[in-house]
């Protein structure tokens, strides 16, 4: 898979927009915990699509969503003893002020899901007119005699399956792991995702025309929020990995039964997830690295974003301090060299430039962009790195002094800024 700033359409998928316009669509968080450096490594990897798409001219709608509402923001609150919108407005502002600490570039559309539930209950009473959908009978629903819940018929869509490439048993083996209910009774095939939950006691709860009181199902939330927000097709549609099945899956096929179109979404891309201590980072298991607490600890959110640029954005990758103190060292290479760097060295510098968009624009190869100005700066401090050799020191090194475009070492801190993100200067 390849992700480049011109990105490719199969054979299969529609014609362009039109409009030159290139649209991502990036799965953003459910707001019941602080931002940590998993959720962190995906929405810096996107970032540098971002920024690709940009410096090749490209213009960019870009939409993020935060579902703040679901099953584990309610339970946190419940646990907490909070009230479950105020916790999700904290959150939710703590990740923003995180993206922003990591030169993460704000979406075009940052949008709710909460206020996305119009148009959600817009296209679940189509899909039940249509056949696409049909009702589960609930017998804990708050209503007596509701109407039940709505789940998805996939056998409508031919094309289930060819997001994943996943075989039946693999899908199940997941479903349940991944907010999925297989055993589910009433429904016509275990893997069918739900659309609309009517409500239940001590649940919040929205008006949902003739589906009844109740609220949208996660799939079909993304569903509607990249449709509405962006139009189709989609270019890219990003997430961790653990979202190419069942969310991508399922999502992508609610959007094909709702234009009756195939290739909504020309190209799936998923982040690699980051462990701590031999496992996943996630808040089930409690294993967090915080961006907020590195920050508040005195840590530089330069240094945090280098950090996760070191690793591939699609590659699995373990984190320690080691990584940090990689991360400040190369840091401080970096400014020494720009603030050391010679007359006479355009030539040297365009080369930076050139290779470090080329690494970027083939699959946002960072580790590839970091060594092409690794090697730079090591030239132009004579091939000496850190004063102790280059071990993993963990010092820190003040910004430099931003030289303009046109003076020594202006073009390369230009580049590592727009392109990576990373600034050197004060």
């Known amino acids: 898979m390849t992700i480049e700033p011109t990105v490719g359409h199969p054979p299969s998928a529609p014609e362009p927009n039109g409009d030159g316009v290139k649209r991502l669509y990036v799965c953003g968080i459910t707001p019941y915990d602080a931002t940590h450096l998993g959720h962190a490594a995906t929405y810096v990897g996107y970032d540098l699509l971002v920024r690709a798409w940009l410096d090749a001219g490209h213009e960019v709608a870009y939409v993020q969503n935060v579902t703040d509402v679901d099953d584990p923001l309610l339970e946190r609150a419940t646990a907490t003893d909070r009230d479950w919108r105020e916790l999700a407005d904290e959150q939710t502002e703590l990740f923003r002020s995180d993206m922003t600490n990591l030169r993460v570039l704000p979406p075009t559309h940052y949008v709710g899901a909460v206020e996305s539930i119009p148009l959600a209950v817009e296209a679940v009473e189509r899909m039940v007119a249509t056949g696409a959908a049909y009702r589960v009978d609930t017998p804990d629903a708050l209503e007596q005699g509701s109407p039940g819940d709505v789940y998805a018929a996939l056998s409508v869509d031919p094309d289930f399956g060819s997001v994943s490439g996943w075989s039946r048993d693999e899908m199940l083996?997941?479903?349940?792991?991944?907010?999925?209910?297989?055993?589910?009774?009433?429904?016509?095939?275990?893997?069918?995702?739900?659309?609309?939950?009517?409500?239940?006691?001590?649940?919040?709860?929205?008006?949902?025309?003739?589906?009844?009181?109740?609220?949208?199902?996660?799939?079909?939330?993304?569903?509607?929020i990249a449709a509405h927000h962006l139009g189709l097709p989609i270019d890219v549609q990003g997430g961790g990995n653990d979202l190419l099945f069942p969310h991508h899956e399922m999502s992508e096929s609610h959007l094909r039964v709702l234009s009756g179109?195939?290739?909504?979404?020309?190209?799936?891309?998923?982040?690699?997830?980051?462990?701590?201590?031999?496992?996943?980072?996630?808040?089930?298991?409690?294993?967090?690295?915080?961006?907020?607490?590195?920050?508040?600890?005195?840590?530089?959110?330069?240094?945090?974003?280098?950090?996760?640029?070191?690793?591939?954005?699609?590659?699995?990758?373990?984190?320690?301090?080691?990584?940090?103190?990689?991360?400040?060292?190369?840091?401080?290479?970096?400014?020494?060299?720009?603030?050391?760097?010679?007359?006479?060295?355009?030539?040297?510098?365009?080369?930076?430039?050139?290779?470090?968009?080329?690494?970027?624009?083939a699959n946002l190869d960072s580790p590839r962009a970091l060594a092409v100005v690794d090697e730079w700066a090591l030239g132009v401090l004579g091939g000496s790195a850190l004063p102790d050799g280059g071990a993993a020191t963990g010092d820190r090194a003040a910004p430099v002094a931003r030289p303009g475009q046109d003076e020594p070492g202006g073009l390369v801190a230009d580049t590592v800024d727009a392109l990576l993100g990373i600034d050197l200067g004060a």
């Open 261 to 361: 179109r195939p290739g909504a979404v020309r190209l799936h891309a998923h982040g690699g997830m980051l462990s701590f201590d031999g496992a996943k980072m996630s808040k089930s298991l409690g294993n967090l690295v915080l961006v907020s607490r590195l920050v508040a600890a005195g840590e530089e959110p330069t240094t945090i974003r280098l950090a996760l640029l070191q690793g591939h954005y699609s590659e699995d990758r373990e984190y320690s301090g080691a990584v940090l103190d990689e991360a400040r060292n190369r840091l401080a290479l970096w400014r020494r060299a720009v603030s050391a760097a010679p007359e006479g060295g355009r030539a040297a510098e365009e080369a930076v430039l050139k290779a470090v968009r080329d690494a970027v624009r």
């Open 173 to 224: 083996e997941v479903f349940a792991e991944r907010g999925g209910d297989p055993q589910r009774e009433g429904k016509r095939d275990a893997l069918d995702p739900l659309l609309w939950r009517v409500a239940r006691i001590d649940e919040p709860t929205w008006r949902g025309g003739e589906l009844g009181e109740g609220r949208p199902g996660w799939h079909i939330e993304c569903a509607i």
